[in-house]
């Protein structure tokens, strides 16, 4: 292996390891658990529908906060699509409201993976941690299952 390539592998690994989303800054680790009450929020999608923690009175809600450049994110959005494609084939009394939400990551790039990567999982793009930090403090993919204005569970796939 070249001094370039061992150089250009320990670059990429720096980058990995200043950004990723699984070695966030040093800072306390907390975030919702099954029980806690669902925090007051309301997104706008990018298709310009608004989605609010009150809609999970009316149908469970499944909160995905995400972030393109983040790997673990990367890996499950594709599952996540296919959880959304089978929740719409369910009788409409039975359906989930499904709803991403970026964490740190303005609408140009998010809509330009959506895009990519044929996803059509209803998304909110935020630029800042405003949501996400109503939820946890450190690491995505997070998701939060609600139902009455209470979180049902929740789940951290990068632990």
Request: a negative charge.
């Amino acid at each position: 292996m070249t001094a370039n390539k061992v150089l250009h592998i320990l670059f990429i690994a720096l980058i990995v390891c200043l950004t990723g989303c699984i070695g966030e800054k040093d800072e306390p680790e907390w975030y919702l658990h099954p029980g806690d009450a669902l925090p007051q929020f309301e997104v706008t999608t990018i298709d310009g529908r608004t989605v609010s923690s009150d809609d999970s009175y009316n149908s469970p809600m499944v909160i995905i906060f995400f972030n393109t450049t983040c790997p673990d994110c990367r890996k499950e959005l594709p599952f996540l699509q296919k959880e959304y494609e089978e929740n719409l084939k369910l009788p409409e009394a039975e359906k989930s409201i499904y709803i991403c939400i970026s964490r740190e990551e303005g609408a140009a790039d998010v809509e330009r993976y959506w895009t990519e990567n044929n996803l059509t999982l209803p998304v909110s793009a935020q630029a800042d941690r405003r949501i996400y930090s109503m939820f946890a403090s450190i690491g995505i993919p997070r998701i939060f299952f609600a139902r009455d204005g209470i979180i049902t569970n929740s789940l951290y796939p990068a632990e």
